[in-house]
Every structure is written in C-alpha cells, then in structure tokens.
C-alpha cells in the first residue's frame, strides 16, 4: 500500500518520517507499505490536477496530511490563504482519495474549541465553537472532508512540540537561558503534544491496519493538564536554566487579536479504546524531546 505524507518538512511531517524509519531499523514488522514524503515543492495541494496526478500515477491509499497554515495571528489578517491551505487544499486531498478509494488522515487542533465555556476535558462529539480565523479554517477542513465523503480519520491535537522548526518548547528553552525574568499566562490551560508521540500513533494505526472500519473525528495530545506557566517551569527545569525567574501572568498582559482557548484539555478516550494505544505523560515526553536536542546541539 502506498501513503502520502503532505507537509513533510514541518513538525509532524519530519515526526512521520522518524516514525517509518525508526520502525524499519528496529525491524518491528515485515512492513510492505511506501512512504512518499511531500511539500510544497514537490506537491502543491492546492493544486487539483496535480494532487489527482500524484494520487492516480503513485496509487495512493493512504493520505497523512500534516500541512496546514499554523500561524494563528498571522491568520486574522491572512484569511484567504489560511482558508486556502486548511479547508480548501483539504477538500482537494479527500476528492482525490475519494476518487482513488482511499482513506485521508487529517490533522486538526483544539482552536476548534475556542469559545467553548468549562473545564472538562472536550469530546469530539462537543459542539465546535471557534473564535478566530485560524480555528475556523481548520473547522471549515473539517466539514469539507465529511461533505466529500471520503474514508477517513480527523485528529484534533493541541500545543505541539518537537525537535523541528518554531515551536514553544524550543522558544522558552532559549528564553529561560537568556533572560533573566520571564511572564507567561498562567489563564490557559490544555496539554502539551510530542509531535512524534502523535506521529507513532498515526503510524501504528496504519501499519496495523487499523484505518477501515474506524473511520471518524478522534483527539490526541499526551496526558496530564498544566497552563503555559507550569509548562514553561518543566522546560526551564528539565533544562537545567536556574536562573530565570518566571513569574505567572494574565492573558490580557499580552493583547492579542485572537481569543485563544481558556481551557482545551482533550479526552483522549476515544483514541485509546478504539486503537488500544497508551499515551505518555507530557513531561516524560517533554524529557524525551529536551534530550534530543541537547544531543544533537
């Protein structure tokens, strides 16, 4: 079976990558699917023709899309193209695999969450309720796919981290060394995701064969709850960065024009029961990843 990964030189994307190659050095299974990693210069998935060209030349049965336009502030002045890349380019991938018979995994967020109200963990059967365009646009993907009708599977995440490009983990470990004092918000509060946990998940649901049959919106991010404070204080820890005082602050210290989720904690039982997979407690994970970096600085 042949899977396309889009978006392959973004976190998830190079995550997905690990993922194969990892499991083929360890030798875990007698593996006969192909991967073919793709972005933008390979394969523009705005692009209809040349995405059903791809999909019918190379046979795909599978597509992973990890592409998607992440910059949530940039988005409220960038509409167009953030509905381009998240919904638009997205209803392009599930035609092709509709066309082919094929199953499209696609990536969400919790921004979907952005105005909902409470602090318990959301289901995927909560009413979605974003606030900016960011967390529109991927609800907007979201519906595309189910309107096409094709096989597949929504993954909704939250504050993913990895050891690849821009991201908060890699951020607050420079600033911590740098600074002598910090403020971070201590008024949101979610879960922070290993992008490689969520890439060996993905990974295992397809070698496992575990696609047909389980098709649907599912969430995923690590275990345990903390705000971007206490996140923070762990990476600052871990690190070993002693000397920055990081202190607690309210989101309104920091004037945005998105309205981020006050509380995005997703429940993850969904995903553990169907595809009887075990999730690692974020600061474990978050250890995993401070220590590759370290190593490879």
């Known amino acids: 079976m042949n899977i396309l990964v889009t978006g392959a030189n973004g976190q998830l994307g190079n995550c997905m990558r690990n993922a194969v190659k990892n499991d083929s050095q360890n030798a875990k299974r007698a593996t006969h699917n ?5 972005d933008v210069a ?16 190379n046979d795909i049965k ?9 910059n949530v502030e940039k988005a409220e002045s960038d509409r167009d193209f953030a509905e381009l890349l998240n919904a638009k380019a997205v209803r392009i991938l599930a035609d092709a695999m509709k066309a082919n018979d094929g199953t499209l995994i696609h990536i969400s967020t919790d921004y979907v969450f952005g105005g909902s109200l409470g602090n318990t963990p959301r289901t995927e059967e909560e009413p979605a309720n ?6 529109l646009t991927k609800l907007h993907g979201e519906e595309q796919i189910f309107e096409s009708g094709v096989k597949a599977i929504v993954v909704r995440t939250a504050w993913l981290y990895s050891e690849y490009g821009k991201n908060f983990v890699k951020t607050m470990l420079s600033l911590t060394s740098d600074k002598p004092e910090l403020k971070v918000v201590f008024d949101q509060v979610g879960t922070p995701t290993y992008a490689q946990d969520l890439a060996d998940t993905i990974f295992n649901i397809i070698e496992d064969k575990k696609i047909d049959g389980n098709e649907g919106i599912y969430h995923y991010s690590n275990e345990g709850v903390c705000s971007w404070y206490d996140f923070t204080k762990i ?7 002693k000397n ?6 309210h989101s309104d210290e920091f004037p945005s024009q998105v309205t981020r989720p006050s509380y995005s ?4 039982t969904k995903i553990k029961d169907t595809f009887n997979i075990l999730v690692p407690y974020w600061t474990d994970s978050l250890r995993t990843c401070i220590r590759n970096l370290s190593n490879h600085a």
């Open 235 to 241: 990476i600052a820890e871990i690190a070993g960065n």
């Open 130 to 135: 974003p606030t900016g365009v960011y967390g």
């Open 42 to 57: 390979e394969l523009d998935i705005t692009d209809a023709e040349a995405v059903a060209k791809t999909v019918k030349d």
């Open 62 to 70: 599978v597509i992973v899309n990890c592409a998607a336009y992440t």
């Open 265 to 268: 904690v997703l429940d993850k």
């Open 244 to 249: 920055c005082n990081i202190q607690p602050c």
């Open 34 to 38: 192909k991967y073919i990693f793709t």
